[in-house]
């Protein structure tokens, strides 16, 4: 935080009143951004956090002036070292990209050209612009790509050799190229794996020290804001409503929404860990109580008895191997020899990060790959030989919880429909009855008033909802196991605790077993009895969730415990990173 | 496909009136699309064009002077009050021909158009959803279908069922010109049964003709209307072809027998230009008016078309990143189309 006392000097860029709103045709106008003012300093690293929806991309590409209509700015002013950035002409802007203010975006290492090599992309860039003598070319480049800790060689590569993490950095180097003031990046990890995203992270906490420059950090994470950023500011629905310091932030947090986000946040090593709506489960185990006796938070389960006979899921010593994606390449191991057992009315995680074989494992359960060695039964069932008729019947029993609730639900469709369907396939029933079932599951996953939800398109209902009803259809053929795939990685934090309580009660009213796949070890810790860290297809670690948690033995489940955002923790050895 | 516009009603949208609470009624969507179609410049020209040739074609007699076929008149006369557009070498009025000529075009178009698209259908979607070997002899079929060229291929089977009349000469259309179509609905077929919500249809217990029928082949509307469109045309395209070289009845009113008839009487000659022009601008046109159609139909799936204008592309993407933060946005992927249409613009456009 600077000391100097003229303000006026030391400011780069001052937003004033901003308001962005959205105006498409045939719809009702979106205020996305409500009157928002803020000063950024010099040299400051702010972030800037907010659920979907909040308008906090939208004031992003609204100060780079990257947006475009139907986004329209009705109100307020932006000013950049002095200058209003809304008069700025095409040519103008574009001169202003040199020095000025660049944008680092999510999907930042798709925008890289397949066909040209990372070397030419730099050298459009400086011939853009003319600010690089020609013969200095390979020299700035070789420095840049340096400062995001690549190696120079990547320079003579194709985008499509690089890996994502990688791809995003040389992203970040060419933004870089142009030696902005201002560097805004939009949630520049979000779309990378989670030890990846760690890294990248660091990475532009040590670029933003180096080289001075303002940077703003957008995410919908204010776990990675809290340890990365010193000025947190957080949006709700449009509207700034907290600016702070990230320490003043966290320990004493002035909006109830920022309240609402810090409680979602936890160390899944602590002794104790509660988030709304769970008590920490070894106490409530302890004491015998249920998760719905110890809460009132939603959702409700309609009340039914256990199930008799319920059979366990036996893997073992599965293996799967692909053949090679190129012709000489190694075949790829996606398991290596793991087993293990599913017993009624247990929760499993597998954990790991993606390439870790846990995906695969819930196809091989599920019939949909045959593994290439080992078994895999569900009671007397031989799930690897299942065809047609037993397959289907097999599923009636086995039933999965997809990651994206966006892309599992298909968008013509009505409520009513997509879970009508597997009630007339698998319970025969039909008409009214049929009918009676679906609203029974819709009530079941706290979706009410139930007739007004059947009727609605997937569109019409937010992320947490969709999740939901993909659940709903999980549970009409009343199934004994779940297969829940990153079941909550696509939500926001304050949708997460819903879904995840949802599946905990009916693990616990229902007796359904649960396998859950996830990297989020919190979530992890909150909903599951045994947990499994996988790495390149192979069990690392294993035992009961919290012991494993708090006393993991693994380099690799440390690291994994290493990358969970964890404000509290970043706070207590010394501030920001 | 529509959810990549609709994600813009904010969450938890208060519900909407009773009407819309029923099940989305077909009529809806059909009624949404045309407007989006309307709402195209282009297309707006196309419908505007194809009206007018539609309507011609149903009150042809009406409209025109005398009979299509009524001869008798001045021969080789030029145009005049009582023939606007003069007589042919037979003796016959050339804009009632015209008129008439416009019902063979329309109809060939329509049922070539369907036949062609409903086969196109039904061998892409089971193409693009089988595996292994049947997929295979499928697509071996398809492929035959497809190198093998298809005007000299027509020209064969026509010259081979001499005479057969117009039903001839559209089956022969139809068997020609399906193979593109079901090779464009296959690659959509095959992205689409990688979705989620079709493995989890599976998981719901359904069938595979259900999950063809149900879940991919409603996803996939506005391609194929764009297929039909595409598939008219070059029916339209190859009838007059067809009959300008005498392979189908030349006795029967249309534009390509007026076109037959005129070169065989050497009307360029005898300064008789219009017999050529005429009935030449009408197939353009009919043609022409089917492609523009098709741009609006392009709208209808990859609603980041609409509104026109690269700049509206890019923020449409813009604001469907702001509020679906870690997802990719799983618009449609721009669907191809048959000859006779546009390229786009397909929105990689780089921002940074």
Request: hydrophobic share 45%; glycine share 10%.
């Amino acid at each position: 935080m600077s000391t100097s006392n003229d303000v006026r000097d030391d400011v780069l860029l001052d937003v004033r009143d901003l308001s962005v709103v959205y105006e498409s045709a045939g719809a009702e106008p979106v205020q996305a951004v409500d009157h928002v003012s803020f000063q950024l300093r010099r040299g400051e690293f702010v972030g800037l956090v907010g659920e979907s929806g909040s308008g906090k991309s939208t004031l992003g590409y609204a100060l780079t002036r990257l947006q475009k209509p139907p986004a329209r700015t009705n109100g307020g002013s932006i000013l950049f070292d002095g200058a209003d950035v809304q008069g700025l002409g095409t040519e103008a802007l574009r001169q202003q990209r040199q020095g000025g203010f660049a944008m680092v975006l999510q999907s930042g290492m798709n925008a890289l050209n397949p066909v040209r090599t990372i070397r030419n992309h730099f050298v459009d860039v400086f011939k853009a612009h003319g600010h690089v003598p020609r013969d200095q070319w390979h020299s700035r480049a070789v420095e840049l790509v340096s400062k995001v800790e690549l190696d120079p060689s990547v320079l003579a590569r194709f985008p499509g050799e690089l890996s994502g993490g990688m791809r995003q950095r040389v992203s970040i180097a060419l933004a870089l190229s142009l030696e902005p003031q201002l560097m805004v990046f939009d949630e520049p990890t979000t779309a990378l794996d989670v030890l990846v995203q760690h890294a990248v992270m660091d990475t532009i906490i040590a670029l933003q020290r180096s080289e001075g420059f303002t940077a703003v950090l957008i995410s919908h994470d204010l776990g990675i804001v809290l340890e990365s950023a010193q000025r947190v500011l957080v949006m709700h629905e449009g509207r700034i409503v907290e600016d702070g310091a990230s320490a003043d932030v966290l320990e004493n947090p002035q909006d109830d929404y920022t309240r609402m986000l810090l409680s979602h946040y936890a160390d899944p090593r602590a002794e104790v860990v509660s988030l709304p709506g769970f008590e920490d489960r070894s106490i409530r185990h302890a004491r015998g109580e249920r998760r719905v006796d110890t809460t009132t938070s939603v959702p409700t389960v309609s009340t039914r008895g256990q199930r008799v006979a319920q059979q366990p899921i036996v893997v073992s010593g599965v293996t799967k191997t692909y053949a090679p994606p190129r012709r000489g390449d190694e075949p790829v191991r996606a398991v290596r020899d793991v087993s293990f057992s599913l017993e009624p009315g247990r929760s499993l995680a597998l954990v790991g990060q993606s390439g870790s074989g846990k995906s695969t494992i819930a196809k091989l359960v599920t019939g949909v790959e045959r593994p290439t060695s080992g078994s895999v039964t569900f009671g007397d069932t031989d799930v690897t030989k299942l065809r047609g008729r037993a397959l289907r019947s097999f599923r009636s029993d086995v039933q999965m919880v997809f990651q994206d609730p966006y892309a599992a639900l298909n968008p013509l469709h009505t409520v009513e429909y997509t879970l009508t369907r597997p009630v007339v396939n698998f319970t025969g029933l039909t008409g009214q009855e049929a009918r009676r079932r679906v609203l029974e599951l819709l009530e079941t996953v706290g979706l009410t008033p139930v007739e007004q939800f059947a009727a609605k398109l997937p569109h019409q209902l937010s992320g947490g909802q969709r999740q939901r009803v993909v659940i709903a259809r999980a549970l009409a053929s009343d199934p004994q196991v779940i297969i829940a795939d990153e079941p909550v990685s696509m939500l926001d934090v304050s949708l997460r605790a819903g879904v995840l309580a949802l599946l905990e009660d009916l693990r616990e009213q229902w007796g359904v077993s649960l396998l859950y796949i996830t990297h989020d070890l919190l979530s992890a810790r909150l909903i599951t009895d045994d947990i499994m860290v996988l790495n390149q297809g192979a069990v690392v670690e294993r035992g009961g969730t919290a012991e494993v948690l708090q006393r993991p033995t693994d380099p690799y489940t440390i690291t994994l415990l290493d990358a969970v955002p964890n404000p509290r923790r970043s706070l207590a050895t010394g501030g920001a990173r | 496909m529509t959810s990549t516009v609709s994600v813009h009603l904010p969450e938890g949208a208060p519900p909407s009136g009773p009407a819309e609470q029923k099940a989305p009624s077909r009529w809806l969507t059909i009624g949404r699309m045309a407007a989006t179609i309307w709402s195209n410049p282009k297309a707006k020209i196309g419908v505007i064009i194809l009206g007018v040739f539609v309507l011609t074609a149903i009150f042809a007699p009406l409209l025109a002077p005398y009979g299509g076929s009524e001869n008798g008149f001045e021969r080789n006369a030029d145009a005049s009050w009582a023939h606007w557009m003069g007589t042919t070498a037979a003796g016959e009025d050339v804009l009632s021909q015209l008129i008439y000529g416009a019902r063979i075009s329309v109809l060939v178009g329509v049922v070539a158009g369907v036949l062609s698209t409903l086969i196109a259908v039904g061998i892409g979607l089971s193409w693009g959803y089988m595996k292994g070997f049947g997929g295979e002899v499928v697509g071996f079929v398809v492929n035959l279908f497809l190198v093998i060229p298809g005007l000299p291929l027509m020209i064969v089977i026509a010259a081979y069922l001499q005479n057969g009349g117009i039903l001839v000469i559209m089956a022969v259309i139809v068997v020609t010109g399906w193979a593109w179509g079901a090779r464009v609905l296959r690659s959509q077929t095959q992205s689409l049964r990688s979705r989620d919500f079709v493995t989890a249809a599976r998981f719901s217990g359904e069938s595979s003709g259900r999950i063809v029928f149900r879940e991919i082949l409603p996803n996939m509307t506005s391609l194929i209307t764009g297929s039909f469109f595409g598939a008219a045309t070059s029916a339209i395209l190859a009838e007059a072809g067809l009959e300008f070289l005498g392979l189908g009845d030349s006795s029967i009113v249309s534009w390509g027998t007026i076109l037959y008839w005129a070169q065989n009487s050497n009307a360029l000659l005898t300064g008789q230009w219009i017999l050529l022009f005429a009935p030449g601008l009408c197939i353009a046109l009919l043609a022409m008016s089917l492609t523009l159609i098709n741009f609006g139909v392009d709208a209808v799936g990859n609603p980041r078309l609409r509104e026109g204008g690269a700049k509206k592309a890019k923020e449409a993407r813009a604001c469907a990143l702001e509020l679906k933060e870690t997802r990719s946005v799983s618009a449609t992927p721009a669907p191809s189309r048959p000859a006779g249409s546009d390229q786009r613009a397909t929105g990689t456009e780089d921002e940074s």
